[in-house]
C-alpha cells in the first residue's frame, strides 16, 4: 500500500532553517510529481510546493519564494522542503501528497503530517 512518512518537523526561532522529509512506498515514485502542503490552526490546508517527476520544475506559492527549496531523490523514493528564513506565519503542520493514478482512477495520498513550530 502507498505509504507517504514525514520527519523533520519541530520548534525552532523566526529566522532559522528546518529540513522536512518524506519518504514514499508503494507506488512508482519517480513516475508521479510530489507536493508539501501545510495547514496552520484554524486555516485550510495549502500547496506550499510542488516538483515535477523527474525534479526538473518546482513551483511554490508566492509566501515561501526564495525561502523554500523542495527537492526530490527518485533512488531513494524522498522528497525534501528545505526552509530558510523562517517565520512565525510558517508554523502549521507540514504533509506530504502524492496523486496517484491507478487504471483509470486517481487517488490522494497524504501522510500523517509533521509539525513546525516558528516561534517569533
Known amino acids: 500500500q502507498v505509504q507517504l512518512v514525514e520527519s523533520g518537523g519541530g520548534l525552532v526561532q523566526s529566522g532559522g532553517s528546518l529540513r522536512l522529509s518524506c519518504a514514499a512506498s508503494?507506488?512508482?515514485?519517480?513516475?508521479?510529481?510530489m507536493n508539501w502542503y501545510r495547514q496552520a490552526p484554524g486555516k485550510k490546508r495549502e500547496l506550499v510546493a510542488t516538483i515535477a517527476s523527474t525534479g526538473g520544475s518546482t513551483h511554490y506559492v508566492d509566501s515561501v519564494k526564495g525561502r523554500f527549496t523542495i527537492s526530490r531523490d527518485n533512488v531513494k523514493n524522498t522528497v525534501d522542503l528545505q526552509m530558510n528564513s523562517l517565520k512565525p506565519e510558517d508554523t502549521a503542520v507540514y504533509y506530504c501528497?502524492?496523486?496517484?493514478?491507478w487504471g483509470l482512477g486517481v487517488m490522494d495520498y497524504w501522510g500523517k503530517g509533521t509539525l513546525v513550530t516558528v516561534s517569533s
Open positions: 501528497h502524492a496523486e496517484v493514478r
Open positions: 508503494g507506488f512508482i515514485f519517480s513516475s508521479y510529481a
